[in-house]
T-cell receptor, first 111, second 112 residues
Framework: DAGVTQSPTHLIKTRGQQVTLRCSPKSGHDTVSWYQQALGQGPQFIFQYYEEEERQRGNFPDRFSGHQFPNYSSELNVNALLLGDSALYLC??????????FGQGTRLTVV | AQSVTQLGSHVSVSEGALVLLRCNYSSSVPPYLFWYVQYPNQGLQLLLKYTSAATLVKGINGFEAEFKKSETSFHLTKPSAHMSDAAEYFCAVSDRNNRLAFGKGNQVVVIP
């Protein structure tokens, strides 16, 4: 079992650009959540996908959007990048209340 | 809304000494509580979880936590610190859909 995998591991983008991050959940997990972790902070919930629909959303602007595919994998898209979007983006997959399992994250740097 | 509070961002402990990290939660419903560990430049690894079964929860790497409803606490302990325990530790509370709310974390430094 490969666990939760994320790609790419690192990314550098320019202000105003758009970015897409990808996540493959742990085998058998049907729910994918995305978190943003700024340097020195705890992760903040962005949104969660279940059955290809956005089920919950945190306090993030509409520039942050996502998608879940039939195989449960997911994408996070961020438009009109700001310097403040620089962070570690974490994907977590889960199934019932067993807890969420996290990927290694994608380090996004906006310059 | 559910939330957790972790006090003291940096915790220094001598090798072989007790590790104690404090976490207090706020939840309007019976909570699901978790401790995660994060090593540098890595994702989060689940240490242990409380899901309304036993109040004393044992996790990986010798860590355990006790759920105390009367104190709304879920403190993490390890009897004897090892150099490999140096990392950042996060307490989290979740709703029934596994939406996690994290504390600010404790950076643990182990002194030889």
């Amino acid at each position: 079992d490969a666990g939760v995998t994320q790609s790419p591991t690192h990314l550098i983008k320019t202000r105003g650009q758009q970015v897409t991050l990808r996540c493959s959940p742990k085998s058998g997990h049907d729910t994918v959540s995305w978190y943003q972790q700024a340097l020195g902070q705890g992760p903040q919930f962005i949104f969660q996908y279940y059955e290809e629909e956005e089920r919950q959303r945190g306090n993030f602007p509409d520039r942050f959007s996502g998608h879940q595919f039939p195989n449960y994998s997911s994408e996070l898209n961020v438009n009109a990048l700001l310097l403040g979007d620089s962070a570690l983006y974490l994907c977590a997959s889960s199934l019932d209340q067993a807890g969420a399992f996290f990927g290694q994250g994608t380090r996004l740097t906006v310059v | 809304a559910q939330s957790v509070t972790q006090l003291g961002s940096h915790v220094s402990v001598s090798e072989g000494a007790l590790v104690l990290l404090r976490c207090n939660y706020s939840s309007s419903v019976p909570p699901y509580l978790f401790w995660y560990v994060q090593y540098p430049n890595q994702g989060l690894q689940l240490l242990l979880k409380y899901t309304s079964a036993a109040t004393l929860v044992k996790g990986i790497n010798g860590f355990e936590a006790e759920f105390k409803k009367s104190e709304t606490s879920f403190h993490l302990t390890k009897p004897s610190a090892h150099m490999s325990d140096a990392a950042e530790y996060f307490c989290a509370v979740s709703d029934r859909n596994n939406r996690l709310a994290f504390g600010k974390g404790n950076q643990v430094v182990v002194i030889p």
